[in-house]
Each structure stands twice: as structure tokens, then as C-alpha cells.
């Protein structure tokens, strides 16, 4: 375990604020492993966040915790499907958001956990009720929304929203050229998959499944859940 013995003697010692920070940066270190599929580190990750959690000692923007951290850890949860802890998190740190943005955060995670549930329905109502004037929610929601159209076989609405998404991402000045690309991939990938079902055509299916599989992680996102979805139609 990242978080050894030693620090664990020294948790009452050692300055909480330097703590907090120790804890952060061997989060991320161990989240970009994960990224790179680095084998280890994912179950290192989730440990110290809970960590972080569990001793009060996450990321706080002035006396709330950060919005971005509450997202995260939510989203952390669900994809370990740890979803006790994960719903017990979600509502316990609902009123320690900012005010200003506790209504919007709360509904977009509720939405995501109820399609990790399988709750297709409450979860597209739900993404419908979150505001998207900042763009970081817009793409959030209809990276969601993708997934829940595919995975339904609205396969026509999954094409509506691809299309929603390509505007998105060319128009969308402040969202970094790297994530575009991340974003666009997963776009693109999820597009061919639809013209599949759409067609009924297979034979670039392997091609298809080759590219996402040699494709860097930290230029794709839902790698995994693209896998998932193209192994689907193999069989």
C-alpha cells in the first residue's frame, strides 16, 4: 500500500495541510498510472482516496470541498462499483459543497449513479435538469447521455448526440486541445459502433477493436467501456 506504515504512525504528527498535499500528489501519481494501464496502480488509487476521505483530509476550495473533488470521488466509486459507500459519500458531502454550486453538482451525480445502477430513465431525467453553461457539464452530460442511448439501442439518439457532441467540441474555445482529442476519439469510436448496428455491417469490427485497443489511453476516454461495447457485437 502507497500510504505505508510509517505515515500511517505519523498521520497525528505530520501538519494536516502537508498531509493533505502528501495525499494528493500520490493520488495523482498513481491516477496517471492507472491511466497508462499500469498494472496496480487503480486499486492504489481508490485506497488513497478513500483515505483522503475517511481522515478528513480531501482537497477543500476555502472551507467546502471542491466541486471537482466531489465529482471525482463519486466517479471513482461507481466505476469500483463500491456503491454503498459511493451513495453514502454523495449525500453526507452534498451540503459541504459551495452553495452556488451544490444543486447542479449533487444533480449530475445522482444521474451518473443512477445509470451505474442501470437506471437508464431516471438518469437521461436527471442529466436533463443539470445546467450547462459551464462547458466542462456539457460535455459531461453528453458523455453520459452517449453512453445511455448506446447501451439502450437508441441508436438514433446516440447519433443526435454524436453529432451535438462534434459541434460541442469544435466550437468549444476554453476546453484544452488535448482533451478535445481525448474526447473526439471516444466520439469517433462510439460513431462507428453505432453505424454498425445501424448497418449491420461487421467486417471492419476487427479493425475497429485493434485501433481502440492500441490507441493511448490518455488520448481516449472510456477506453474500457468502448472494449466493452465492440466485444458485445463479436459475439
Known amino acids: 500500500y502507497v500510504i505505508d506504515e510509517e505515515l500511517k504512525r505519523s498521520i497525528n504528527f505530520i501538519d494536516r495541510e502537508d498531509l493533505r498535499h502528501i495525499l494528493t500528489e500520490l493520488y495523482n501519481f498513481t491516477k496517471i498510472r492507472t491511466l497508462k494501464d499500469k498494472p496496480g496502480f487503480k486499486e492504489e488509487n481508490y485506497r488513497i482516496l478513500k483515505e ?60 451518473t449513479f443512477d445509470y451505474r445502477k442501470g437506471n437508464y430513465g431516471e438518469a437521461l431525467q436527471g442529466l436533463s435538469r443539470v445546467s450547462i453553461d459551464d462547458f466542462y457539464y456539457q460535455h459531461r452530460v453528453k458523455n453520459h447521455q452517449l453512453k445511455i442511448y448506446y447501451e439502450i439501442g437508441d441508436f438514433e439518439m446516440a447519433r443526435s448526440v454524436i453529432d451535438s457532441y462534434r459541434h460541442f467540441l469544435s466550437t468549444a474555445k476554453f476546453l484544452p486541445d488535448f482533451l ?56
Open 52 to 111: 483522503s476521505i475517511e481522515n478528513n483530509l480531501y482537497p477543500t476550495d476555502g472551507k467546502y470541498i471542491a466541486e471537482s473533488s466531489y465529482m471525482t470521488i463519486i466517479g471513482s466509486g461507481l466505476q469500483e462499483r463500491d456503491f454503498e459507500w459511493t451513495e453514502n459519500f454523495m449525500e453526507k458531502f452534498r451540503d459541504k459543497l459551495n452553495p452556488e454550486v451544490r444543486d447542479n453538482a449533487y444533480t449530475f451525480c445522482k444521474a
Open 180 to 235: 478535445k482529442t481525448r474526447f473526439g476519439n471516444y466520439v469517433n469510436f462510439t460513431s462507428r459502433l453505432v453505424h454498425i448496428h445501424l448497418s449491420g455491417e461487421r467486417k471492419n469490427l476487427d479493425d475497429i477493436i485493434e485501433e481502440i485497443n492500441t490507441t493511448d489511453p490518455l488520448v481516449i476516454e472510456n477506453k474500457s467501456w468502448l472494449l466493452e461495447q465492440a466485444g458485445k457485437l463479436k459475439k
